[in-house]
C-alpha cells in the first residue's frame, strides 16, 4: 500500500486559514469514512485532531475541521495560531485488508 | 487517564532482531486493539500493525514477513518483534491505543528511538 499523497507544506498568516489536502485511492480514503488527521510537534508523539473524515476529539479546537470528497480528503485550520505550527498527517483504513495508511505528512508554517 | 510507556532496545546491528515493549496503564486493556507506528528520521508515520487483547492481528503488508506482535494480559503489556533490522528501519517507533470499535489511534505512548548501525 502507498502513502497518501500530502502537499509537503502549507502557510499563513496568524487569524488566516490554512487548507491540507491528502490524496489516495478508492481502496483507503475514496472507499472509507474512517479517514483521520494527526498533529506533530517536533519532538513529540502524535495528537487525534479528526477522527471519522470531520469529527472532532474532546478538547481539540472548532477551528480544525475536516472533510471529504472522492478520494481526496482535507484539513482546514481556521483562525491560525501560533501554536498551531507543526507537522499534520492524514490516516485511512483500507478494509481490504484490514489496515491503515498515513500521509507523507504536511508542515504548516505561521508566518 | 491512560498512559503508554513503552521501551526496549535503542541500538540494533543489522540483521539483528528489534524488540519493543509498550504498558498499558490507567485504563481498560479489553476492548481495543494496540498499535505501532513508526517515523524514520525526518520521514512520515508508517502504521506496522496492532494487536487486540484475545491475540487477534493485523499488519501492514508490507513489513508481514518480518513482523511478530503479542500480548501478555496479565502485565496489560504488548510487544513488536521486527526481525532482520537494516538501517532502513532506523525509527521512532510509537505504541499506540485504538478502541476495536473505532477507525483512529486516541492514545500514543512517547515513543522510542531505535537505531541500526554495524
Known amino acids: 500500500q502507498s502513502a497518501l499523497t500530502q502537499p509537503p507544506s502549507a502557510s499563513g498568516s496568524p487569524g488566516q486559514s490554512v487548507t491540507i489536502s491528502c490524496t489516495g485511492t478508492?481502496?483507503?480514503?475514496?472507499?472509507?469514512?474512517?479517514v483521520s488527521w494527526y498533529q506533530q510537534h517536533p519532538g513529540k508523539a502524535p495528537k487525534l485532531m479528526i477522527y471519522?473524515?470531520?469529527k472532532r476529539p474532546s478538547g481539540v479546537p472548532d477551528r480544525f475541521s475536516g472533510f471529504k470528497s472522492g478520494n481526496t480528503a482535507s484539513l482546514t485550520v481556521s483562525g491560525l495560531q501560533a501554536e498551531d505550527e507543526a507537522d499534520y498527517y492524514c490516516?485511512?483504513?483500507?478494509?481490504?485488508?484490514?489496515?491503515?495508511?498515513f500521509g507523507t505528512g504536511a508542515k504548516v508554517t505561521v508566518l | 487517564q491512560v498512559q503508554l510507556q513503552q521501551w526496549g532496545a535503542g541500538l540494533l546491528k543489522p540483521s539483528e532482531t528489534l524488540s519493543l515493549t509498550c504498558a498499558v496503564y490507567?485504563?481498560?486493556?479489553?476492548?481495543?486493539?494496540w498499535s505501532w507506528i513508526r517515523q524514520p528520521p525526518g520521514k512520515g508515520l508508517e502504521w506496522i500493525g496492532e494487536?487486540?487483547?484475545?491475540?487477534?492481528?493485523n499488519h501492514n503488508p508490507s513489513l508481514k514477513s518480518r513482523v511478530t506482535i503479542s500480548i501478555d494480559t496479565s502485565k496489560n503489556q504488548f510487544s513488536l518483534k521486527l526481525s532482520s533490522v537494516t538501517a532502513a528501519d532506523t525509527a521512532v517507533y510509537y505504541c499506540?491505543?485504538?478502541?476495536?470499535?473505532?477507525?483512529?489511534?486516541?492514545?500514543w505512548g512517547k515513543g522510542t528511538t531505535v537505531t541500526v548501525s554495524s
Open positions: 499506540a491505543r485504538r478502541d476495536t470499535s473505532k477507525y483512529y489511534m486516541d492514545v
Open positions: 490507567g485504563g481498560s486493556f479489553s476492548g481495543y486493539h
Open positions: 494487536i487486540n487483547h484475545s491475540g487477534s492481528t
Open positions: 478508492s481502496s483507503d480514503v475514496g472507499g472509507s469514512n474512517y
Open positions: 471519522e473524515v470531520s
Open positions: 490516516c485511512s483504513y483500507a478494509d481490504s485488508n484490514n489496515s491503515y495508511v
